[in-house]
């Protein structure tokens, strides 16, 4: 019992440090997406779920085609049509939470009215897809966010 | 602050396990096999057991869950306060923290917590119907119910969306909802004038081994003899 406990908790200690010493795995977008270029849109012009549901989604290739009616001067005419035609949603997300957390966009940019940047860092004025989530969140990062604000810090309140 | 509380009837409840059923898909709670049960490592966070009560009738089939005690015997064993009584009464299992050495399953006079023997699996086409508000716990952890915590959050977060205090009606776990006998009241018990406060103070009402002082919020109903 001794040693499995021992064990498991060197396991723990090397999981953990490794997760802080390790980044996460490179992301690679389809498009070279310029966030910068598109400031004039809000946040939820593409990311519709920010205000209304848990996850804030990725804007499909029609709301692109909103403003967008032929391929911008960047992308290929060809990839940009298989793209449109194609319906995919293609963009991959590059902040991801742990799935033991349980994180609703809706109750902290709609209703506690949290600026996006606040985890999200300077991703609004990026001119190119960063390849990794640009501001690292840990725990503490959430937690002294809920200690200024006075949210809850019942673990069962993020933890499902 | 609210203290959440179940009312089981066991006069109306028929046994039919919708409950279970509920439970398990709302709460992505795998299949068990019959070796698993019959090795005693069964995951089902409700189950029926038979049991007798002598002062209240005949033998019974009891729903059986978390108890949610107002002074848990497994929480005080945590070495890691991975489970703990959380501020409205729900005694929370913090899964990440949890390190699956068990005293909380040994602790529990219910047997209520499940150890993770094996890595969870489902059947290929209901890999999609899991519940993407709880997670799928890994082997090597212990899990129970926790009056779908998850529909509490989502209620509460609804409630602020429309600009009103959170009500008793707002919220209710899987069980409850499907329960077809409507045998089981959910709600509020420091709240005088709700129904599960009333119905936890008749003279039917009694707690599953409250002679151990654990003081459970589950409260059971049956006509004495």
Not at chain 2, 191 to 203: G, I, T
Request: charged share 20%; with cysteine.
């Amino acid at each position: 019992m001794r040693r499995a406990l021992l064990f498991t908790g060197v396991a723990c200690i090397a999981a953990i440090g490794s997760s802080l010493i390790l980044p996460a795995a490179p992301v690679t977008q389809v498009l070279a997406f310029n966030h910068a270029k598109h400031a004039a849109l809000t946040c939820a012009g593409c990311h519709a779920g920010i205000q209304t549901t848990q996850r804030a989604g990725f804007p499909s290739p029609a709301v692109c085609a909103k403003c967008h009616a032929t391929a911008p001067a960047s992308v290929a005419p060809a990839a940009w049509e298989q793209l449109q035609t194609s319906g995919v949603r293609f963009w991959k997300p590059v902040t991801r939470l742990p799935e033991h957390v349980m994180f609703s966009h809706r109750r902290h940019v709609a209703l506690a009215r949290l600026a996006c940047a606040s985890c999200h860092a300077d991703i609004g004025e990026r001119t190119a897809p960063p390849a990794r989530m640009p501001r690292r969140l840990v725990m503490n990062t959430c937690l002294a966010c809920h200690r200024a604000e006075g949210a809850s810090e019942d673990c069962a309140g993020c933890h499902r | 602050m609210a203290r959440w509380g179940l009312v089981i009837d066991l006069d109306r409840c028929t046994a039919c396990q919708a409950c279970v059923v509920a439970c398990k898909h709302e709460n992505n709670v795998p299949f068990s096999t019959p070796a698993t049960a019959a090795a005693g490592r069964l995951m089902t966070w409700i189950q029926l057991v038979a049991v007798e009560t002598p002062s209240h009738g005949a033998p019974t089939a009891l729903p059986l869950m978390c108890q949610q005690c107002d002074r848990p015997p497994c929480t005080d064993v945590c070495p890691t306060s991975a489970t703990y009584l959380n501020p409205e009464g729900i005694v929370a299992q913090i899964y990440p923290r949890c390190i699956g050495c068990r005293y909380c399953t040994n602790a529990c006079p219910y047997a209520v917590k499940l150890f993770n023997w094996h890595t969870p699996e489902w059947p290929e086409s209901m890999a999609p119907l899991k519940n993407p508000d709880v997670s799928v716990r890994p082997k090597g952890v212990v899990e129970k119910c926790t009056f779908c915590h998850h529909r509490l959050m989502r209620a509460r977060e609804q409630a602020r969306a429309d600009g009103r205090e959170l009500s008793s009606e707002d919220y209710v776990p899987a069980c409850v909802q499907t329960c077809p006998a409507e045998a089981m009241v959910f709600g509020d018990l420091d709240d005088p004038n709700s129904e599960v406060a009333v119905l936890a103070a008749s003279s039917r009402a009694f707690r599953w081994m409250e002679e151990l002082g654990t003081r459970p919020k589950v409260v059971y109903l049956r006509e004495g003899e």
